[in-house]
Nanobody, 127 residues
Framework: QVHLVESGGGLVQAGGSLRLSCAAS????????MGWFRQAPGKEREFVAT????????AYADSVKGRFTISKDNAKNTVYLQMNNLKPEDTAVYYC????????????????????WGQGTQVTVSS
């Protein structure tokens, strides 16, 4: 059984920063790409960022490019999302997830490429 536990969410003013963490109980964590998605009230879940197993490849949604940074520490079985210059439109529940596939440069940008999800952490950005 795989467990992903997010932390680090909270309330922050526009322009502020937060760092989300996702701890994974996966023996082969280092083999898989990981990703972050978010879901705002009344909206569908959307892709935010992804990183391949070795942290060489990353991909970001256009809406967060230049503001968010995804990173992965295989020794700690943890993936991070550093969020800077936060905007009210970033308000959502943020989820980390593990891809179904492993591979050298593989990253996943679609939700159907992921098989395990965390419970989510709330991020609220006030204007």
């Amino acid at each position: 059984q795989v467990h992903l536990v997010e932390s680090g969410g909270g309330l922050v003013q526009a322009g502020g920063s937060l760092r989300l963490s996702c701890a994974a109980s996966i023996g082969t964590f280092s083999s898989y790409a990981m990703g972050w998605f978010r879901q705002a009230p009344g909206k569908e879940r959307e892709f935010v960022a992804t990183i391949n197993w070795s942290s060489v490849n990353t991909a970001y949604a256009d809406s967060v490019k230049g503001r968010f940074t995804i990173s992965k520490d295989n020794a700690k079985n943890t993936v991070y999302l550093q969020m800077n210059n936060l905007k009210p439109e970033d308000t959502a529940v943020y989820y980390c997830a593990k891809t179904m596939r492993s591979g050298s440069g593989y990253v996943g940008i679609r939700a159907d490429e992921y098989d395990y999800w965390g419970q989510g952490t709330q991020v609220t950005v006030s204007s």
